[in-house]
């Protein structure tokens, strides 16, 4: 059974990389032609598409954050992992990963959630 | 990109039909027969409905059903349920190679 977990620190300081990994278990992202992704959420706001990377390292990115974001794969660890430079209050958000079918909208499994908060 | 529209909130009692629309462009909603729909419940994660503007995953109630017609992308629920009530959104891919959401509805049931 698929499942995808975020892991990194719920506490950025201003200015500062915020850092998130999607561990992902029951799929393989280096032989699975799958989109890894992520999705923010602001608390009490709406969801916002960060962007996203395919198995063979290509990546897309929402244009609003394309200058402060980096989305890598680790196929070692099958992890993908999430870097925003710079950060604000306004960052401070629920990041979600989620797995996409290439070719589709079909975005079917998703991370729990973690909430990440700048503040200093 | 501009974040699509939805109606901020839609209600109905149990048993009958809603339907949530979402609005795009030509270069998202209208260009593309990539729209899926999301339920989310307080504190939990999105979950898929429909993807692909009218396909159901497997394990979604045949209650769920999308369509498009121009620019406009639509869920509708039948024979509504206590459970349904959630926040709903859409989500588009768009000509940037991008995917952009809708701001969101709160479907009561009354």
């Known amino acids: 059974q698929l499942q995808l977990q975020e892991s990194g620190p719920g506490l950025v300081k201003p200015s500062e990389t915020l850092s998130l990994t999607c561990t992902v278990s029951?799929?393989?992202?280096?032989?699975?032609?799958?989109?890894w992704g992520w999705i923010r959420q602001p608390p009490g706001k709406g969801l916002d598409w960060i962007g996203n990377i395919y198995y063979d390292g290509s990546t897309h990115y929402n244009p609003s954050l394309k200058s402060r974001v980096t989305i890598s794969v680790d196929t070692s660890k099958n992890h993908f992992s999430l870097k925003l430079t710079a950060v604000t209050a306004a960052d401070t958000a629920v990041y979600y990963c989620?797995?996409?079918?290439?070719?589709?909208?079909?975005?079917?499994?998703w991370g729990q959630g973690m909430l990440v908060t700048v503040s200093s | 990109q501009s974040a699509l529209t939805q109606p901020a909130s839609v209600s109905g009692s149990p048993g009958q039909s809603i339907t949530i629309s979402c609005t795009g462009t030509s270069s998202d909603v209208g260009g593309y027969n990539y729209v899926s729909w999301y339920q989310q419940h307080p504190g939990k994660a999105p979950k898929l409905m429909i993807y692909?503007?009218?396909n159901r995953p497997s394990g979604v109630s045949d209650r769920f059903s999308g369509s498009k017609s121009g620019n406009t992308a639509s869920l509708t629920i039948s024979g509504l349920q206590a459970e349904d009530e959630a926040e709903y959104y859409c989500?588009?891919?768009?000509?940037?190679?991008?995917?952009?959401f809708g701001g969101g509805t709160k479907l009561t049931v009354l």
């Open positions: 989620a797995r996409r079918r290439p070719g589709s909208s079909c975005r079917d499994s």
């Open positions: 029951g799929d393989s992202i280096s032989s699975s032609s799958h989109y």
């Open positions: 989500n588009s891919y768009t000509s940037g190679t991008t995917w952009v």
């Open positions: 692909d503007v009218s």
